[in-house]
């Protein structure tokens, strides 16, 4: 092969040319670090639906690729390739990428019966010989029907010298005969869901377009909208670049209105025949889209071929668990039924009954029942209602019971059996104790009512009371237990002994309720259940196995109910808490996103306060000292309106924690006076909580005297706070109290030997926040520590030491976060991201020409950019501007 520059067709060389790459690429770095390890291997290939990003992955990585030096073909697929015009396309792009030359008659021949696999063969000996890393990316390979083609592109594969590599994109599985290469580790392969975006990714990826001020909470909301769709996220987030209003415009996001409609109305249904656009807006009304009953409502037309294909060419319907039933995106589906929403009511009324007959005749009831509602058949509804609401209840989706509940007439709900206990219980968990009580009373006073019914309408009561976080009305309700009967109280049970000071209780109960009970447990029972062993495992300080519960419990709530449910909030707000004692801090936020709301609401007093303390307690970490204290107020406020004091006094206590390390002591007191008058409160009603409101003081107490020097208060303080702590197995509590003695006595000989014992017990817990949360200054006197061997003789490991005081220091961040902040803070004059990366490509020795290569602009651009780099990097030369980022810290 001879080289000219030249010989490659204008035909092929349109083929060959890669596309232009976003301005800021939605595919996250977690999944372009596993595609960059995977494409070492002969054969990788991204299958996805559409708009999920795989031409902008492979856009991506042959930048990588190419930043150190490999040679990287590029070939793009469409519906009319064949061998004669794929095979010639592949050995222009190769050749061209290699620096080979290949006579313009060759290829020609090339395509032709054994022409083209000699010439294969022997771009593939030149591959071999110039040993250099060689990668061909082969895009829309779903387009390619030709056996012949498909064929020579796999004869690639299985032929390549071990520095050749092919990446293939494409809408369904590869046509390749590929399990041997998969038996052999040969073979990769990127589906659908490794390049739906995480929350994390749609955060970075917010941040990095519009700044870092994106709060969480925003990319949260987004993040939920768009289903981890990377084309919805590029979609809006191409309208919020041109508004200054974020938050609102992530609000205001709708399907039927704006950038988003007017992509479906364009790119989606343009491209439909009526007949398909009619049956979509009519199935619209279905959360589930059955084909047969789409075909109904649509008049007749082939719904499967229609669903198939959109979910080929869209992603904008897709198969539930690879089945043969389907579920629209969401914002795809208020898009269509916006224009449901423009046929007359008594057509949308026919639609809602015709869907409910379907619905009873395929024994799907509790769809049937939704639809009948909706559709006028009135008497057929409420039977199906009913069955409805119990199907709801034992899946635990009590917001959707609640839903019936409010929408039903009282006196259907009032000749019902079947409604009432399942609403009464879905009351009581969602914090509506007066229509519980309301409920149960209902229940009761019915003539002829069982003994079995009775007990579950007490428990119930006792659920509502735990909700309420009265505990003294909680045991009244099952003063007539019944061993029995145990596992039925198992959850009642579990909280009450928690708070009793019997954490290890909890647990047992549990056990007896999942191995003994004479039905299996119901989902918002076992869920229920799930959290009070986490909690109790918490309170003890054993936060590694509570962050273990929680985890498993909140991966089921989420797969049975949904990321943004109550069962999973309160598990979210568990394991935020746990996270955050065993140093995960940007993890613990990040499960508090877009959740605050429904715990706020509806869950439990335990989850309230541990997820508005971890929340305030990160963003203090942050410097975000106001937010710390909004989220504080906030907690105090949630207690107020609902007459839960120890909420209050969480609240309190905090607030005097953070102000404490602070040394303000003024605000302390002051603070103080409204914490001693919960505690001391002769008009409050005795809830069972008084040791727990009496700790929270005492500790409190003791920071504040601390403050004002007068240690004896403070020291009696503690011991109050230790006996109260050990009484309830409160051993996180019983570690704070060590650390806040320990800082009493800093200047005495018992100091050091607490303060090794308090992180002694820390380290056999792994609880790496103790002295950041309870003494940050205690930096001054761990030298101290050290030389007296107290820590040694502890059992403290140096390595745990260093990560809980890390955190003591001021300025602290996370360390998956602080390369960036140090990369930013270094940046002389700040270096712009688009002068970082020609910063990096000239540490490899690239030249301007391949750098405007790389990254698709105009070698003056690059010129540009060179000058403003050199100045900035105060550099003579290239070298030297290479120099001076190294010995900046700029580049490693």
Request: net charge negative; charged share 25%.
């Amino acid at each position: 092969m001879k080289k000219t520059a030249t010989a490659v067709p204008y035909r092929l060389a349109l083929k060959t040319m890669p596309p232009h790459s976003a301005r800021q690429a939605v595919a996250p770095p977690r999944l372009l670090a596993r595609l960059r390890e995977a494409v070492e291997q002969p054969l990788v290939a991204v299958t996805s639906l559409a708009g999920f990003g795989k031409t902008s992955l492979l856009v991506q990585l042959r930048r990588e690729l190419l930043a150190p030096g490999a040679a990287v073909a590029w070939l793009t697929i469409e519906a009319s390739d064949d061998r004669a015009s794929v095979a010639p396309a592949i050995i222009a792009s190769l050749s061209t990428a290699l620096g080979l030359e290949m006579p313009a008659r060759a290829f020609d021949q090339v395509g032709q019966a054994g022409a083209d696999l000699w010439a294969a063969s022997e771009l593939l000996v030149q591959l071999h010989e110039l040993a250099r890393p060689t990668w061909l990316l082969i895009d829309d390979l779903h387009q390619l029907a030709d056996r012949d083609a498909i064929d020579f592109i796999y004869y690639l594969v299985t032929n390549a010298p071990s520095n050749f590599h092919v990446v293939v994109s494409s809408r369904t599985d590869p046509p390749f005969p590929v399990e041997e290469l998969r038996a052999h580790g040969l073979y990769t392969q990127f589906v659908t869901e490794d390049l739906r975006l995480r929350l994390e990714d749609t955060v970075g990826f917010l941040r990095r377009r519009l700044g870092d001020e994106v709060d969480i909470e925003i990319g949260a909301r987004l993040h939920e909208r768009t289903e981890g769709w990377p084309m919805a996220l590029q979609i809006v987030t191409s309208a919020m670049a041109r508004r200054s209003d974020i938050a609102g415009t992530v609000a205001s996001l709708s399907g039927a209105t704006g950038d988003v409609a007017r992509y479906f109305s364009q790119f989606v249904l343009e491209s439909l025949d009526e007949g398909a656009v009619a049956m979509l807006v009519r199935a619209s009304l279905l959360e589930t889209l059955h084909p047969g009953l789409c075909a109904a409502l649509g008049g007749g037309v082939d719904a499967a071929e229609i669903l198939v294909r959109l979910e080929q060419q869209t992603g904008l319907v897709t198969s539930v668990d690879g089945g043969d039933v389907y579920r629209m995106h969401p914002l795809f589906r208020e898009y269509l039924a916006s224009l449901l929403a423009e046929l007359p009511a008594s057509e949308r009324s026919a639609l809602h009954a015709k869907a409910a007959e379907w619905f009873a005749a395929h024994d799907m009831l509790e769809h049937a029942a939704e639809h009948a509602f909706l559709g006028g058949l009135r008497a057929e509804a409420m039977d199906w209602i009913e069955k409805r609401v119990r199907y709801l209840g034992v899946q635990g989706r009590i917001v959707e019971v609640l839903a019936w509940l409010d929408r039903l007439p009282p006196e259907e709900i009032a000749r019902r059996e079947g409604i009432q206990l399942t609403a009464a219980w879905a009351c009581a968990l969602c914090y509506r104790p007066q229509d519980a009580e309301r409920l149960t009373d209902v229940i009761l006073a019915r003539p002829g009512v069982t003994p079995e019914v009775v007990l579950q309408a007490n428990i119930v009561r006792s659920a509502a009371a735990i909700h309420c976080d009265d505990y003294q009305r909680a045991r009244g309700c099952i003063d007539t237990y019944d061993p029995a009967l145990g596992p039925l109280y198992c959850n009642t049970l579990s909280f009450i002994a928690i708070h009793s000071g019997f954490p290890e209780r909890a647990r047992y109960y549990q056990q007896i309720s999942d191995g003994h009970g004479r039905v299996a447990r119901s989902f918002y029972d076992s869920i229920y259940g799930a959290f009070a062993v986490g909690l109790s495992y918490l309170i003890e300080g054993q936060a590694k196995e509570a962050a273990g519960v929680f985890a498993a419990a909140l991966e089921r709530a989420e797969s049975v109910t949904g990321w943004r449910s109550l069962p999973a909030a309160i598990h979210a707000a568990g394991l935020a808490a746990a996270n955050w004692e065993l140093g995960a801090e940007d993890e613990a936020r990040a499960l508090l996103a877009n959740r605050l709301d429904l715990i706020e609401q509806a869950a439990l007093p335990d989850a309230v306060i541990l997820a508005y303390l971890t929340l305030a307690r990160y963003e203090s970490q942050k410097g975000s000292e106001g937010k710390a204290f909004d989220a504080l107020n906030s907690l105090a406020a949630i207690g107020e309106l609902r007459g839960q004091p120890r909420l209050v006094a969480a609240s309190l206590g905090e607030q005097i924690r953070q102000h404490a390390i602070r040394n303000r002591l003024m605000s302390c007191r002051m603070l103080m006076n409204g914490l001693d008058a919960i505690a001391a409160d002769p008009a409050r009603a005795d809830r069972g909580l008084e040791a727990e409101l009496r700790l929270i003081r005492e500790i409190a107490a003791a920071r504040v005297a601390l403050l004002d020097h007068d240690y004896t208060v403070a020291l009696a303080a503690l011991d109050h706070a230790a006996e109260i702590a050990a009484r309830l197995r409160r051993g996180r509590d019983q570690i704070a109290v060590r650390i806040v003695r320990a800082s009493s006595l800093r200047d005495d000989d018992e100091g050091p030997p607490l303060l090794a014992e308090a992180l002694s017990l820390a380290e056999s817990f792994g609880l790496v926040r103790v002295l950041a949360d309870d003494w940050p200054a205690a930096l001054d006197v761990l030298p101290e520590l050290d030389r007296s061997g107290c820590g040694a003789a502890a059992g403290v490991s140096p390595a745990f030491v260093e990560r809980v005081t890390e955190r003591c220091r001021v300025g602290w961040v996370p360390k998956a976060a602080a390369p960036k902040s140090a990369a930013t803070n270094q940046r002389p004059a700040q270096l712009s991201a688009r002068e970082m990366e020609i910063l990096a490509a000239l540490a490899h020795g690239r030249t301007n020409k391949e750098i405007a290569n790389i990254l698709d602009v105009g070698p003056e651009t690059i010129k540009w950019h060179m000058r403003n780099l050199l100045s900035k990097l105060n550099a003579a030369n290239r070298r030297h501007a290479v120099d001076r980022a190294r010995l900046l810290g700029i580049l490693d």
